[in-house]
């Protein structure tokens, strides 16, 4: 199977690596394609007309363009890691660096690797799987339908480590015909290792993106974990007990329930989609020595930890050169920009994903710094109405703190959040923004590290 269609283009680290290797090939990120004959099946789905469909109409079109790219059960043991590995390492231009990253995604380190010129390289990718007759609302019936495709793909793969991850509060459209297989490396792979021999001097650095996020999770075999629910609008109380925000949610979609019946957990792992699975760091350790490079852990907490450093990092870096550092640029889950980001002049801020606690921490943000003059938001929707979104009055608020301009980017407001559209809209209108500048040089490594190693949000572990 060819790896790149074992892969959701839908998914976090898919997303980051579109965006980042486009902008070292010099390139803009159009959001979901280029035209007609480069849509992804989401996109095309929903620039054939879904986006004017009736609601139940639109979900179902948006469900289904995600199913289309899932891998047919049957086929899950002919994935192989390494072919995975050469696809993401594919990427990118072979060139030498001055530092490369590997390990945890992250929005705001995409902001960081593209200032720097430099490639990154996921430790998780998401392997979207079909399946039948499980409701979005049975975790239990997920799990026992696909156990068996698990351990088929990790009977092949000695290398990785499953984390089978169910969200029917975030991803509840999108598992409704298919589970996802979130998949970590817990040994570098060869063609990862290929590529950063070939990409990185002696001298250079070799930074790991260690997020610390856990979660809870069953152990359903060696290396196969399940968890249930994720980082989000939803607490892990209440995907464990429920509550009334639950209850409410379950009747509005006729769920026949008052809260989820899961797996137990016994105990917490990193967590599936932005946790750092800490056995790489002994091959990254054994390679930096070999090669003469200096390994650096970058180590947080959570993923928006980072976002307002590499806001600030930004901001101090646009001074410098001579610019105002006033727009400010909030991007949401895997909808990035790196290349109009600083060809505008803007500072991103990026957001895990558009919930209540997100809106917080930006909220939080613009609390601690100068203001902006302008403040620009791209939301992503995923159609539901799930625990924890932030509604559009919520959106306008932090809008309100721009003192000359705070716009929606691409965002539909009375369409949000079924505005699908939105995802190609928000693209079109980065690029007419009116005042430009010239794409600046990279930003010297001893300057950004110098920077983030003094920062109480990040340990920063240098050796």
């Given at each position: 199977?060819?790896?790149g269609?074992?892969?959701?283009s839908?998914?976090?680290?898919?997303?980051?690596?579109?965006?980042?290797?486009?902008?070292?090939?010099?390139?803009?990120v159009?959001?979901?394609?280029?035209?007609?004959?480069?849509?992804?099946?989401?996109?095309?789905?929903?620039?054939?007309?879904?986006g004017r469909?009736?609601?139940?109409?639109?979900?179902?079109a948006?469900?289904?363009?995600?199913?289309?790219?899932?891998?047919?059960?049957?086929?899950?043991?002919?994935?192989?890691?390494?072919?995975?590995?050469?696809?993401?390492?594919?990427?990118?231009?072979?060139?030498?660096?001055?530092?490369?990253?590997?390990?945890?995604?992250?929005g705001?380190l995409?902001?960081?690797?593209?200032?720097?010129?430099?490639p990154?390289?996921p430790?998780?990718?998401?392997?979207?799987?079909?399946?039948?007759?499980?409701?979005?609302?049975?975790p239990?019936?997920?799990?026992?339908?696909?156990?068996?495709?698990?351990?088929?793909?990790l009977?092949?793969?000695?290398?990785?480590?499953?984390?089978?991850?169910?969200?029917?509060n975030?991803?509840?459209?999108?598992?409704?015909?298919?589970?996802?297989?979130?998949?970590?490396?817990?040994?570098?792979?060869?063609?990862?290792?290929?590529?950063?021999?070939?990409?990185?001097?002696?001298?250079?650095?070799?930074?790991?993106?260690?997020?610390?996020?856990?979660?809870?999770?069953?152990?359903?075999?060696?290396?196969?974990?399940?968890?249930?629910?994720?980082?989000?609008?939803?607490?892990?109380?209440?995907?464990?007990?429920?509550?009334?925000?639950?209850?409410?949610?379950?009747a509005?979609?006729?769920?026949?329930?008052?809260?989820?019946?899961?797996?137990?957990?016994?105990?917490e792992?990193?967590?599936?989609?932005?946790?750092?699975?800490?056995?790489?760091?002994?091959?990254l350790?054994?390679?930096?020595?070999?090669?003469?490079?200096?390994?650096?852990?970058?180590?947080?907490?959570?993923?928006?930890?980072?976002?307002p450093?590499?806001a600030?990092?930004y901001?101090?870096?646009?001074r410098?050169?001579?610019?105002?550092?006033?727009?400010?640029?909030?991007?949401?889950?895997l909808?990035?920009?790196?290349?109009?980001?600083?060809?505008?002049?803007?500072?991103p801020y990026?957001?895990?994903f558009?919930?209540?606690?997100?809106?917080?921490?930006a909220?939080?943000?613009?609390d601690?710094?100068?203001p902006?003059?302008?403040?620009?938001?791209?939301?992503f929707?995923?159609?539901v109405?799930?625990?924890?979104?932030?509604?559009i009055?919520?959106?306008?608020?932090?809008?309100?703190?721009?003192?000359?301009?705070?716009?929606?980017?691409?965002?539909?407001?009375?369409?949000?959040?079924?505005?699908?559209?939105?995802?190609?809209?928000a693209h079109?209108?980065?690029?007419?923004?009116?005042?430009?500048?010239?794409?600046?040089?990279?930003?010297?490594?001893p300057?950004?590290?110098?920077?983030?190693?003094?920062?109480?949000?990040?340990?920063?572990?240098?050796?």
């Amino acid at each position: 199977m060819r790896p790149g269609k074992a892969v959701a283009s839908f998914d976090s680290a898919t997303g980051m690596l579109r965006a980042l290797s486009r902008f070292l090939h010099d390139k803009d990120v159009p959001l979901l394609g280029q035209g007609p004959a480069a849509l992804e099946p989401v996109a095309a789905a929903l620039l054939g007309g879904a986006g004017r469909l009736p609601r139940k109409a639109k979900e179902r079109a948006y469900a289904v363009s995600g199913w289309a790219e899932a891998v047919p059960m049957r086929r899950v043991p002919e994935i192989r890691s390494e072919e995975l590995a050469g696809w993401v390492t594919g990427h990118y231009p072979r060139r030498p660096y001055p530092v490369a990253f590997v390990g945890s995604s992250n929005g705001a380190l995409v902001h960081l690797a593209a200032a720097l010129r430099a490639p990154w390289l996921p430790q998780t990718l998401l392997l979207p799987v079909r399946r039948r007759g499980v409701r979005p609302d049975d975790p239990r019936g997920d799990l026992r339908v696909t156990q068996g495709a698990g351990r088929a793909l990790l009977d092949a793969n000695p290398d990785l480590v499953l984390h089978h991850m169910h969200d029917a509060n975030q991803d509840r459209l999108m598992i409704a015909g298919m589970t996802y297989f979130r998949v970590k490396w817990r040994r570098l792979a060869e063609a990862y290792r290929r590529f950063l021999e070939e990409s990185l001097p002696p001298g250079a650095t070799l930074v790991v993106v260690d997020c610390g996020l856990r979660w809870p999770a069953t152990e359903v075999g060696p290396r196969h974990l399940f968890q249930h629910g994720a980082l989000g609008g939803a607490t892990r109380e209440e995907y464990e007990h429920g509550g009334p925000r639950v209850a409410g949610y379950l009747a509005r979609y006729g769920a026949g329930r008052s809260a989820w019946d899961y797996p137990e957990a016994d105990g917490e792992h990193p967590e599936a989609e932005w946790g750092f699975q800490p056995e790489l760091l002994g091959d990254l350790t054994e390679l930096a020595e070999r090669n003469r490079w200096q390994l650096v852990r970058m180590r947080f907490g959570e993923p928006e930890d980072l976002s307002p450093v590499v806001a600030d990092l930004y901001r101090s870096w646009y001074r410098t050169r001579g610019l105002p550092g006033d727009r400010l640029l909030v991007e949401c889950f895997l909808l990035l920009e790196p290349w109009w980001t600083l060809r505008s002049g803007s500072v991103p801020y990026w957001m895990v994903f558009n919930t209540d606690q997100s809106h917080a921490h930006a909220m939080s943000y613009l609390d601690d710094v100068d203001p902006f003059d302008e403040i620009r938001l791209i939301l992503f929707s995923h159609g539901v109405d799930s625990v924890g979104l932030a509604g559009i009055d919520d959106w306008r608020a932090l809008l309100a703190r721009g003192r000359k301009l705070g716009v929606f980017t691409g965002v539909d407001t009375d369409a949000y959040p079924r505005d699908f559209a939105g995802l190609v809209r928000a693209h079109r209108e980065l690029a007419r923004i009116r005042t430009t500048y010239p794409m600046p040089l990279p930003l010297e490594w001893p300057v950004a590290e110098e920077f983030l190693a003094k920062r109480e949000e990040l340990e920063w572990h240098a050796g």
